[in-house]
């Protein structure tokens, strides 16, 4: 059963619209909140007049500090050169708002149409001040500065790696590639935009929202509120989409607590998609200079990177943390580099701040490590994918030189896959093809490494309900990855009762005792790890009451297939029956528990490394500039795979999302005003089915030894590995006329100004 297709079993109730979103739970009698937001980049308050506002409540920044709410925690832990400036973050602005989009007030009324009509009649008297939006430019001299504490606006500096032994390595090459490279600045851009329903019953709040964890933003409440974890439940309902965005505390969040308290009435908010691009999170924003070495056979000496992060206006959450540590985890990507050295300088602009999108860093590194292979092989003249092959990682275990530690993998077999699938012999043919049609026609090779993990440690519970169901208690939590189809495949198969008797509990601090949450990839890993053990003591549990009821020694007796079957004489007693007998004090040996519930909690901070080669073809109208994407393949390691159809599903959304940032994706800002340019989808292209070709994903199983189920995280990897792939692709179609190196992302308006440039 783990191993074979299993279609979604949660599609039934989404494909016939019964799934249930925050939007479809919002109890009668609500009220309706919304947010004024800042129309300034960069602007003092000098006053705020709500005169005219016929709202049920209308909150301030001033109204906030009489409560005495603390600002919004950046969690983060980051080893930092110096120190890390985490600027206070309030929910609504006090006295200056610091970029477009900024929540300034919260307007509650009857409806939205009400509070927004309420909102529109506050006056706000702002001082414009000076902005800066990019992050090389908010670190150079003279840039105008954001705050105080943060002298040419450095949040941190950071470094990972071996200076000496890197620029030792520089000295002794035979050759140095380098370039410059900006990772541009996305948006997660989820189906269902964020929200949430804020309650106060006098004692304690509730909130259920779209999101991705529930205990971390409970902790987070908590400070911000001053008041005990416990005074707070947070639940989620299904989730339209989260990757990444949905996995933090948001001002909102903290405006709606507080109005629900003042008013004793359950306050609702649901973002527009306007909103989720001024006041949600960015992710990516890394730009700045590597280098690779290589000797004169070209074999990689050493990797040197000296990047800026841009944080935007605030530490979101996380969002030191991934520019830095995730970074620093896959840079090198799948090549065996013996020295690197990485430094990277967080920037605070009049931005949007930037947090964790799907990857995470990852998507940064390996597109940085890539781009770099790549320009190195046509400046070698080494094919693709020799040079690859000849720099991957092939010897296990293998420490990193930024101190990852690879358990195996199969870096060169993923490359030889590629190699055969992808019919480099008939890309001449198809080249002279395009190119009688006037087209450029250019075919991109491309690795990845992922370093997945997300939080460390995670919990789950088994529980046997009246109804007969088995409820499956997860910390982690499912968001659209497909896990109540692969947590009961697993169940199924630990436990050998139906798929069918199986039930998913998750995002609810009540129900839940402890969790993480999604992010990272860690789901299955970490998350599925912790069932197995909770499931583990299930089966002791009926393992002892077995050999009470057969009076014989647990150690006689084997449990397979759902039946505890003694080895000597083949007496069986089902788990069924064993469910039912542990219910009942007679059946049940002195001293143990009724029932076989069980949890458990993985203490792990084990690290899985799924990898992969890419291919894609595209085809480029030299007269328009416009870039089809014709073909992409795919060969990736995810360990042992649970349900093939559901990991094919995971890697081709990640691929549309890669692909979406090489091509058509960038959050876009006018530099002078610091106005978002790029607000909503008519100036904000997200891909569709028809910019995609099959997305073709084939497996080679490594299994990890870093958990029971031989697992590696795979809901990452395709947004990792794509954007290098396409624009190698891209850059291949291009080389014929002289253009060497462009920016993602590749749109028609950049290419065909390429193409200008050296036509002339």
Excluded at 565 to 583: K, Q
Excluded at 591 to 610: Q, R
Aim: charged content about 20%; aromatic content about 6%.
């Amino acid at each position: 059963m783990i191993g074979e297709n299993r279609r979604r079993i949660e599609d039934a109730r989404f494909l016939t619209g019964q799934g249930r979103y925050i939007a479809d739970l919002v109890p009668e009698g609500a009220l309706h909140a919304v947010l004024l937001r800042s129309p300034h980049a960069h602007a003092r308050i000098l006053s705020v007049d709500t005169s005219g506002a016929r709202a049920a409540l209308v909150l301030t920044g001033a109204d906030l500090a009489a409560e005495g709410l603390h600002p919004l925690p950046c969690p983060a832990v980051v080893n930092t050169v110096g120190p890390l400036v985490i600027p206070d973050r309030w929910a609504l602005a006090r006295d200056m708002v610091r970029h477009v989009g900024e929540p300034v007030a919260c307007v509650v009324a009857e409806s939205a149409t009400a509070a927004r009509d309420a909102a529109e009649a506050i006056v706000v008297d702002y001082e414009m001040l000076p902005a800066v939006v990019d992050s090389r430019a908010a670190l150079a001299a003279g840039a105008p500065q954001l705050w105080p504490q943060a002298p040419g606006n450095r949040a941190f500096r950071f470094e990972r790696g071996d200076r000496a032994a890197t620029e030792a390595a520089f000295a002794k090459a035979a050759r140095i590639i380098e370039l410059d490279l900006v990772n541009h600045r996305v948006h997660a851009a989820p189906i269902e935009p964020r929200g949430a329903i804020a309650t106060w019953d006098g004692r304690r709040f509730d909130l259920e929202f779209s999101g991705m964890g529930v205990h971390g933003i409970r902790r987070q409440l908590a400070t911000v509120f001053g008041l005990r974890e416990d005074a707070f439940r947070l639940r989620c309902p299904d989730v339209g989409g989260g990757f990444g965005m949905k996995n933090f505390l948001f001002p909102e969040q903290v405006a709606l607590l507080a109005a629900a308290r003042r008013l004793g009435r359950p306050v609702a908010w649901i973002a527009d998609h306007t909103e989720e691009f001024q006041g949600a999170v960015h992710a990516r924003d890394f730009q700045g200079v590597a280098r690779l070495a290589l000797d004169a056979e070209g074999r990689f000496l050493a990797l040197q990177a000296r990047m800026a992060a841009d944080m935007g206006a605030y530490c979101s959450p996380f969002g030191p943390a991934v520019p830095t540590n995730s970074v620093s985890t896959a840079i090198g990507g799948i090549y065996a580099i013996p020295a690197i050295f990485l430094e990277v300088e967080g920037a605070f602009t009049n931005s949007v701040p930037t947090d964790a999108y799907r990857g995470a860093g990852k998507p940064e590194a390996n597109y940085l490590t890539e781009r770099l292979v790549d320009a190195a092989a046509q400046a070698t003249g080494l094919d693709p994918i020799e040079i690859r092959r000849r720099n991957a990682i092939a010897d296990f275990p293998y420490r990193s030189a930024t101190g990852m530690l690879m358990d195996g993998g199969r870096m060169r077999d993923n490359l030889a896959d590629l190699a055969a699938l992808l019919d480099r012999e008939g890309f001449a043919a198809r080249r002279a093809e395009s190119e009688s049609r006037g087209m450029l026609r250019g075919l991109g090779i491309a690795g990845f490494l992922e370093t997945s993990r997300g939080a460390p440690h995670e919990w789950a519970a088994v529980r046997f309900a009246p109804d007969g169901m088995v409820d499956l208690c997860i910390g982690t939590q499912n968001n659209g990855q497909g896990l109540e189809t692969s947590f009961t495949q697993i169940a199924s198969a630990w436990l050998g009762l139906e798929e069918s008797r199986f039930r998913l509990v998750q995002a609810d601090t009540d129900r839940i005792g402890f969790g993480n949450g999604h992010g990272g990839a860690r789901s299955l890993h970490v998350g599925a790890t912790a069932l197995v053990l909770a499931m583990d003591k299930v089966i002791d549990k009926a393992r002892t009451i077995a050999a009470h009821l057969l009076q014989v020694s647990p150690e006689s007796i084997e449990f397979a297939e759902g039946c505890f079957t003694v080895t000597a004489t083949g007496a069986a007693l089902t788990l069924d029956a064993l469910i039912e007998a542990s219910r009942d004090p007679q059946d049940v040996p002195e001293g143990m528990e009724l029932g076989l519930d069980a949890e458990a909690m993985n203490l792990s901070d084990l690290v899985t490394f799924p990898s992969g080669a890419h291919c894609a073809e595209v085809e480029v109208d030299p007269e328009t500039g416009a870039v089809t994407l014709v073909r992409y393949q795919a060969v990736d390691d995810y360990g042992a795979l649970v349900n093939p159809l559901l990991t094919t599903g995971q890697v081709q959304g990640g691929l549309a999302q890669g692909i979406g940032q090489a091509l058509l994706e960038r959050i876009a800002y006018d530099p002078a005003s610091g106005q978002l340019l790029s607000a909503s989808f008519m100036d904000y292209c997200l891909p569709r089915a028809a910019d995609l070709p099959d997305l073709e994903v084939a497996f080679g199983e490594a299994p990890t030894q870093s958990n029971p189920l031989g697992v590696k995280g795979v809901g990452q990897a395709g947004a990792i590995a794509a954007p290098q792939t396409v624009m190698h692709a891209v850059l291949d179609a291009l080389r014929p006329l002289g253009i060497a190196h462009v920016q993602m992302p590749a749109t028609a308006e950049s290419i065909w100004q390429a193409i200008r440039a050296v036509r002339g």
